[in-house]
C-alpha cells in the first residue's frame, strides 16, 4: 500500500508564504508524477501544481493562478513533493492535497499502477 502524508498547512497572512511537503510511503518501485490540488468550501478540487519525472528530468507544470507565486520541487531519493508558496491571497484559502502515481511490482506478475491521494492540509490565508 502507498501512502501520502502531507504536512505544513496553517494560516498565514496575505502577502505571507507557506510551504507545504507530501511524503510517499510504501512500497513502489517507480513514481509516475506527483502533484498537488487544492479544494475550497462549495467548489471543485483543481489541480494546482504537477511534478513529472522521465528520464529527461522533473518537468513541473502550475495552473495559471499560481504560476509565478508556487513553486513544487520534488526529491526524487526521498519521495516526497514539497510545494513553495510565496504572495499568497486570501483565494489561495484551500484543503490542499497530495496526490501521485506509482507502479509496484508483484512476484511473477506484471506491475500495476495505482493513484493515490493524501488526506489534506487546510491553508487559510487571512488576516
Known amino acids: 500500500q502507498v501512502q501520502l502524508v502531507e504536512t505544513g498547512g496553517g494560516l498565514v497572512q496575505p502577502g505571507g508564504a507557506l510551504d507545504l511537503s507530501c511524503a510517499a510511503t510504501?512500497?513502489?518501485?517507480?513514481?509516475?508524477?506527483m502533484a498537488w490540488y487544492r479544494q475550497a468550501p462549495g467548489s471543485a478540487r483543481e489541480m494546482v501544481a504537477r511534478?513529472?519525472?522521465?528520464?529527461?528530468?522533473?518537468?513541473?507544470q502550475y495552473s495559471d493562478s499560481v504560476k509565478g507565486r508556487f513553486t513544487v520541487t520534488r526529491d526524487i531519493f526521498k519521495s516526497t513533493l514539497s510545494l513553495q508558496m510565496t504572495n499568497l491571497k486570501p483565494e489561495d484559502t484551500a484543503t490542499y492535497f497530495c496526490?501521485?502515481?506509482?507502479?509496484?511490482?508483484?512476484?511473477?506478475?506484471?506491475?500495476?499502477?495505482?493513484?493515490?491521494w493524501g488526506r489534506g492540509t487546510p491553508v487559510t490565508v487571512g488576516s
Open positions: 496526490t501521485g502515481g506509482f507502479y509496484y511490482s508483484r512476484p511473477g506478475l506484471q506491475d500495476r499502477y495505482v493513484e493515490v
Open positions: 510504501g512500497y513502489f518501485h517507480t513514481i509516475s508524477y
Open positions: 511534478a513529472t519525472h522521465s528520464a529527461a528530468g522533473t518537468q513541473a
